[in-house]
């Protein structure tokens, strides 16, 4: 799947290319997510030396699970990745209607230029292609209006927050739970 970056009203073109990555990407996501880790420490439960320390086999397996339990979106400029994010699909027979958006990062000189509303959209736009999935989930730190606006767009709506949900250098942090409905896709 590719698409190229759609121009916003009053907003620059990032000329980024949204694809599913594969498992030769992964070396580029991780360096991009370590990246992330390190700079947003409070938007992920993770710790950048969690994540260093993980396998090449796991960053694979994170971009292009092989079993199809996640799939990961890359926002492209040139051959240079600029954003990504996770959606992970559930393996449980009773969860299997779930999905959860997770691990997005959009490097700061790409952010305002379309390039996380390209990435949502086409974590949403798979979700609806995969046939059985019903709702999809995410979680924001608390005080991130940013993401949260972003979410929002795209028809997400709150249903609690977790107090104290990470730990970062500032103190605790809460989680703000978003969920939207996904339509089943229609045939034409």
């Known amino acids: 799947m590719s698409m190229p970056g759609v121009p916003r009203d009053g907003r620059p073109d990032a ?3 949204i694809a599913a990555l594969v498992a030769s990407d992964a070396p580029a996501y991780r360096a991009l997510m370590l990246e992330a880790y390190a700079e947003a420490e409070d938007a992920f439960t993770a710790t950048v030396e969690e994540r260093a320390g993980q396998s090449d086999e796991w960053w694979a397996r994170r971009v292009a ?3 199809g339990r996640s ?3 890359g926002a492209f400029e040139g051959d240079r990745l600029v954003g990504a994010v996770v959606v992970e699909f559930s393996s449980r027979p009773k969860t299997l ?3 959860v958006l997770k691990g997005m990062y959009v490097r700061p000189s790409h952010r305002g230029t379309g390039v996380a509303d390209d990435l949502v959209r086409a ?6 292609s995969h046939g059985g999935i019903r709702t999809l989930k995410l979680t924001v730190t608390e005080g991130n209006e940013p993401a949260i606006r ?3 767009a795209h028809g ?3 249903f609690g927050t977790e107090p104290m949900a990470v730990r970062a250098s500032g103190g605790y942090r809460g989680k703000v739970h978003l969920w939207r409905p996904v339509p089943k896709e229609v045939s034409e």
Do not use: N, T
Request: glycine content about 4%.
């Open 15 to 17: 000329g980024a290319r």
């Open 123 to 128: 974590a949403i736009e798979r979700c609806i």
């Open 65 to 67: 699970d092989p079993e």
């Open 150 to 152: 972003l979410y929002r």
């Open 156 to 158: 997400f709506v709150e």
């Open 97 to 99: 209607h779930a999905a």
């Open 71 to 73: 799939l990961a979106f």
